[in-house]
């Protein structure tokens, strides 16, 4: 029953989010047809190189891919499509709650049904089968075209490339998409100075929470307040930096004066969704979630760490202060402080906003006070 409602949650927000949603399924049609296409071409490129005989006296199969390309760039995409469908839309909406290990061997599995049938409407065509014959030609078929070298070289090509693929979409899903390749490079294996947007946001009386709840409810409780992340990262072309118990960091290019205020909206529309499901929040667990949160902007430093387990890491003084910030949220009765450094980026496009001057304050750890602003929607 309660898989039941948390299903029908996510499948509001991607309604009330169907553009960004949209987009995102767009871009991994996308990025699955370049890779299944690409990887597919370079084995085919390596297997002609190894045994170039096999374009005139291999398998059939062989022999359509060098008549016309796209027999193979036609499979490759029906294959990439197939998949695309498989694990981007169903898996997504209706088996993310599965294992790691079980969409494994379901994506395996799914990459083999698509195979057969894209090598069955080959073989029907190539060699003018009737289908309406009897079950002797149908044996005939399937021993001639699917028990061949060939045709085994191709499957198990296949799994290969959706392995890899999808080991690449499991590292890109957990780095954020924005910064995949720069890791993939070694770009940040030597330090990078960037300019950064960095918001906190944090659970109020999280405390107070947890003790009620129960550390095995309150796990719940915060991922149905963190599912809405998603598709707000999407719109708002955010980075999620960490979620660390109830506290998430965000983050965005400081060169593009429109992440300012796409900062903001972030955080305001992040508690409109919340108080849209105030009434389920209230049913299943008696509690309506409350975020208060910090921004600041400036440069910092982003390097690779770690060695056994390795990650992208932010460092510098732009998110001690963003953090120092955030905690005075509750002394001064606001939802949102931000820096002078951000306001005066962000007050060029703050028209429906309402920014106010609140204190002059000396944070614990920093030598000099840091003003801090308010920002209210008008």
């Known amino acids: 029953m309660i898989s039941k409602k948390n299903n029908q949650k996510e499948i509001n927000i991607q309604k009330r989010f169907l553009r960004p949603y949209l987009f995102w399924l767009l871009n991994k049609l996308l990025v699955n047809l370049v890779a299944w296409n690409l990887f597919f071409c370079i084995f085919i490129f390596l297997t002609f190189l190894a045994a170039p005989g096999i374009l005139n006296k291999g398998a059939k199969i062989f022999q359509l891919m060098y008549q016309s390309s796209l027999v193979m760039l036609g499979m490759a995409s029906i294959i990439a499509f197939g998949t695309w469908l498989i694990e981007d839309v169903l898996f997504y909406r209706y088996f993310s709650k599965l294992s790691l290990g079980v969409l494994f061997l379901i994506r395996i599995v799914s990459v083999v049904v698509l195979m057969l049938l894209i090598f069955l409407t080959i073989s029907v065509f190539h060699y003018q089968i009737n289908l309406s014959n009897n079950t002797v030609d149908h044996i005939y078929l399937f021993k001639s075209y699917f028990f061949n070298n060939g045709t085994i070289y191709l499957f198990s090509t296949g799994i290969f490339i959706s392995t890899m693929i999808n080991t690449l979409k499991t590292i890109r899903q957990n780095v954020g998409y924005k910064v995949f390749l720069r890791i993939v490079s070694g770009y940040y294996r030597t330090p990078r100075e960037e300019s950064r947007i960095i918001m906190f946001i944090d659970l109020i009386s999280s405390t107070k929470y947890a003790e009620m709840l129960g550390h095995r409810k309150y796990s719940a409780f915060l991922q149905k307040c963190f599912s809405l992340l998603g598709m707000l990262e999407i719109k708002y072309q955010a980075m999620q930096y960490q979620i660390v118990g109830d506290e998430v960091v965000l983050s965005w290019s400081a060169n593009k004066l429109k992440n300012y205020r796409n900062a903001v909206d972030f955080y305001y529309e992040f508690i409109f969704e919340l108080l849209k499901l105030s009434a389920l929040f209230s049913q299943d667990f008696g509690i309506i979630p409350q975020f208060s949160a910090s921004i600041n902007s400036g440069k910092i430093m982003v390097a690779e760490v770690g060695t056994i387990k390795s990650e992208i890491a932010f460092h510098g003084d732009i998110l001690n202060t963003a953090a120092r910030i955030q905690k005075q ?22 028209s429906d906003y309402r920014i106010e001057w609140v204190a002059n304050d000396r944070l614990i750890g920093k030598k000099n006070p840091v003003e801090i602003y308010a920002i209210e929607p008008k």
């Open 329 to 350: 949220c509750k002394n001064y009765n606001r939802k949102l402080l931000v820096t002078r450094s951000f306001v005066e980026a962000f007050k060029t496009d703050a």
